[in-house]
Nanobody
Framework: QVQLVESGGGLVQAGGSLRVSCAAS????????MGWFRQAPGKEREFVAG????????HYTNSVKGRFTISRDNAKNTVYLQMNSLKPEDTAVYYC????????????????WGQGTQVTVSS
């Protein structure tokens, strides 16, 4: 079994930055793609960013391109999401997802999920 624990969320003013982390335990995930999703109140969970098993490929939803950067450290079994130039519309619970066979935007292709971390951007 794999456990994913997110950290680093919080409250930030518009234009600010945050870095959220997701640490995996239970077994190594270095062979699998990982991703970040988010869910705002009253909205469906949406894909934010994904990264291939070795970090060689990344993919972002259009609304965060140029502002967010996903990365991973396989030695630490950890994936990161650096969020810059944050906007109020980025406010959501951010979820880490792991164990996809390939880099994908589809939530149902990820096996493991974290509990989520709240990111709130004030205007």
């Amino acid at each position: 079994q794999v456990q994913l624990v997110e950290s680093g969320g919080g409250l930030v003013q518009a234009g600010g930055s945050l870095r959220v982390s997701c640490a995996a335990s239970g077994r190594t995930l270095r062979s699998y793609a990982m991703g970040w999703f988010r869910q705002a109140p009253g909205k469906e969970r949406e894909f934010v960013a994904g990264i291939s098993w070795n970090g060689g490929r990344t993919h972002y939803t259009n609304s965060v391109k140029g502002r967010f950067t996903i990365s991973r450290d396989n030695a630490k079994n950890t994936v990161y999401l650096q969020m810059n130039s944050l906007k109020p519309e980025d406010t959501a619970v951010y979820y880490c997802a792991a164990d996809a066979e390939r880099l994908t935007t589809r939530a149902n292709e990820y096996t493991y999920w974290g509990q989520g971390t709240q990111v709130t951007v004030s205007s």
